[in-house]
């Protein structure tokens, strides 16, 4: 028996909402608190997340390059080569691939900007997450310091669901980090967007492991695809 693994996926309709930005950082953290091996696979055709770690010196989280159509057999062959744990970053969009997608995880989670735009684009995201029966969080990001309105995106995305008991807050260092590969962890440990990513991660953890004992989403399918293009170490294109 290979050892369990669990998939995180993150998505939301919204661009701009920071699923590639909390995809690889939640995947950095989870690999330094020990939660690894961790992959990352990117489908988003604008391909940002293989974009920095195309760029990114440490090979850890691994990524897995794959395709909507091979994540089945992608995901498949990164549990029996004891990846313990994969993150896949998603388009924003609502499409019929991204509920196949979200089909493979055991947990779905939506990043949100505290705005009125964001906050109202919420439904599909929710839908996609009941139609295929997977626990999804909300996690308000990019939140202003103080702000009356990221308390109020807090208590409207409640109606929808589950809401982190972490708020991400908008830094610039979550961007600049990410200009060379790296993320705010790897600049500065104990700054305040690290101490965010840390605490977010710690809740993810704590929800996927709740989750432990059921049925991994990926184990619902029949083998789709009979190849892979896994890339490990190298440059993911
Ligand atoms: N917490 C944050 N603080 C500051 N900038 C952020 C934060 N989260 C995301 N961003 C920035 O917002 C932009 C969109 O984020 P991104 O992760 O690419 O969103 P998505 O993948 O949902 O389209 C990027 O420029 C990113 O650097
Ligand atoms: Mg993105």
């Given at each position: 028996m290979f050892p369990s693994m669990r998939v995180i996926v993150f998505a939301s309709q919204k661009g701009g909402s920071g699923k590639t930005t909390l995809s690889g950082h939640i995947a950095v953290e989870a690999e330094r608190q020990g939660a690894g091996p961790v992959a990352l696979i990117d489908?988003?055709?604008?391909?940002s997340l293989a974009k920095w770690w195309n760029v990114?010196?440490?090979?850890?989280?691994a990524f897995i390059q794959s395709v909507f159509s091979n994540l089945f057999y992608d995901l498949d062959s990164a549990r029996e080569e004891g990846f313990r744990l994969v993150v896949i970053d998603t388009p924003p969009a609502v499409t019929r691939a991204i509920s196949e997608v979200v089909s493979f995880a055991d947990l779905v989670v939506a990043p949100t900007r505290p705005s009125p735009h964001d906050l109202r684009a919420v439904g599909p995201t929710v839908d996609i997450a009941e139609a295929r029966g997977k626990p999804l969080v909300f996690v308000v990001n990019a939140a202003t310091q103080r702000a009356r309105i990221t308390s109020e995106a807090a208590i409207a995305l409640s109606q929808h669901g589950t809401v982190a008991p972490v708020t991400v807050h908008h830094r610039v260092d979550f961007a600049a980090s990410m200009i060379?590969?790296?993320?705010v962890m790897e600049i500065d440990p104990f700054c305040q967007s690290s101490q965010e990513v840390s605490a977010l991660w710690k809740y993810l953890h704590e929800r996927l492991q709740r989750a432990?004992?059921?049925?991994?989403?990926?184990?619902?399918h029949a083998a789709v695809a009979n190849s892979s293009n896994r890339v490990f170490g190298r440059r993911a294109v």
């Amino acid at each position: 028996m290979f050892p369990s693994m669990r998939v995180i996926v993150f998505a939301s309709q919204k661009g701009g909402s920071g699923k590639t930005t909390l995809s690889g950082h939640i995947a950095v953290e989870a690999e330094r608190q020990g939660a690894g091996p961790v992959a990352l696979i990117d489908t988003d055709p604008q391909g940002s997340l293989a974009k920095w770690w195309n760029v990114r010196k440490d090979p850890a989280p691994a990524f897995i390059q794959s395709v909507f159509s091979n994540l089945f057999y992608d995901l498949d062959s990164a549990r029996e080569e004891g990846f313990r744990l994969v993150v896949i970053d998603t388009p924003p969009a609502v499409t019929r691939a991204i509920s196949e997608v979200v089909s493979f995880a055991d947990l779905v989670v939506a990043p949100t900007r505290p705005s009125p735009h964001d906050l109202r684009a919420v439904g599909p995201t929710v839908d996609i997450a009941e139609a295929r029966g997977k626990p999804l969080v909300f996690v308000v990001n990019a939140a202003t310091q103080r702000a009356r309105i990221t308390s109020e995106a807090a208590i409207a995305l409640s109606q929808h669901g589950t809401v982190a008991p972490v708020t991400v807050h908008h830094r610039v260092d979550f961007a600049a980090s990410m200009i060379d590969g790296r993320t705010v962890m790897e600049i500065d440990p104990f700054c305040q967007s690290s101490q965010e990513v840390s605490a977010l991660w710690k809740y993810l953890h704590e929800r996927l492991q709740r989750a432990d004992g059921a049925v991994s989403g990926q184990e619902d399918h029949a083998a789709v695809a009979n190849s892979s293009n896994r890339v490990f170490g190298r440059r993911a294109v």
